[in-house]
């Protein structure tokens, strides 16, 4: 690898793929294909209709991925998820029907519609690439991502992610409305066809499970990781959060460090490139206090005046 800055040709094709659904919105497939790189799950907190579903979409077809969505629903089961044992009258045994988790990209659609119970049949997936049912492990296809999605406006019949159903979310993004240019343009583009259409697969699957045991030799100076972990360690010690980065929240970091790092073509890691995944990686992990709530700041404003008083490394 070199060490420039100006992006991984290798990637070049996936990026113009995403771009070619999603206009305008190029920090967010960044964080996309950070999350992809790392192996990674995303949490798209929007509105409805800026393009979430066709943004899954587009990746699952750019990587020749299995794709599977689920909309979420308060009579959701977690068997309607995981799968479960049919019982065949005939042979008098049972046969396992996987659910849709068995596939390489899963779209939860409005993810906190769910019950909290059927929520929870995501932890182990997204947490060690393996689904244990009826008593039987039984492993997940690889690359395996979840891309959730829910609506931060609405209240209404649904329930709020718990904290350790976060903690397993690499990156949480938000698309938000494209610019008054970008829409005309979205709108001359689907008026004769559909831009998902269009979109071929650029890498196998392979090639992407090779991507992503590269990233992990990405280099981290000792220098970085303290960095890192000062940061962190600052969360925990601050009086108007209840609940800091956990030591999952660390690690997630140091591995979107590394994919961002990769993704500019480099095999080590800057703090610029941890600078660039904190936003994404750090807010959606950590619990504001009541007081806290309700005096107006943010998990974000938290995380970036936390972040800026930690002395950045040479």
Request: proline share 7%; charged share 20%.
């Amino acid at each position: 690898m070199t060490t420039t800055d100006t992006g991984h040709p290798e990637l070049t094709p996936l990026k113009e793929n995403l771009q070619r659904v999603i206009f305008g919105k190029s920090e967010s497939i960044d964080v996309l294909i950070v999350a992809l790189l790392a192996g990674g799950s995303v949490l798209i907190e929007d509105v409805p209709g800026v393009g979430k579903t066709t943004l899954a979409k587009a990746l699952a077809r750019s990587i020749d991925a299995k794709y599977r969505r689920i909309q979420f629903t308060p009579d959701l089961l977690p068997a309607d998820i995981l799968g479960s044992s049919i019982y065949n009258p005939v042979s008098g045994d049972f046969r396992f029907d996987p659910g849709p988790i068995f596939c390489n990209i899963l779209l939860a659609d409005e993810i906190n519609r769910a019950s909290p119970r059927t929520q929870s049949a995501l932890l182990e997936a997204m947490n060690e690439s393996q689904a244990t049912i009826e008593g039987q492990r039984r492993p997940l296809a690889q690359p395996f991502m979840v891309i959730a999605t829910e609506n931060p406006i609405e209240f209404h019949g649904t329930y709020p992610l718990p904290e350790a159903q976060l903690d397993r979310f690499l990156v949480r993004l938000a698309i938000g409305y494209p610019s008054a240019e970008v829409e005309v343009d979205i709108l001359k583009s689907h008026a004769l066809s559909e831009p998902l259409d269009g979109i071929d697969a650029v890498f196998h699957l392979d090639q992407v499970r090779q991507i992503q045991e590269d990233v992990t030799k990405v280099h981290i100076d000792d220098a970085v990781l303290e960095y890192m972990v000062e940061i962190v360690h600052a969360t925990r010690q601050d009086n108007r959060l209840q609940l800091g980065i956990s030591t999952r929240g660390s690690l997630m970091l140091s591995r979107a460090a590394r994919a961002r790092a990769y993704a500019l073509h480099r095999d080590f890691v800057l703090p610029d490139d941890v600078s660039w995944v904190i936003p994404h990686v750090l807010p959606h992990r950590i619990l504001l206090t009541p007081k806290t709530q309700h005096g107006g700041t943010t998990a974000q404003q938290i995380v970036t005046e936390i972040v800026g008083r930690i002395k950045v490394p040479v």
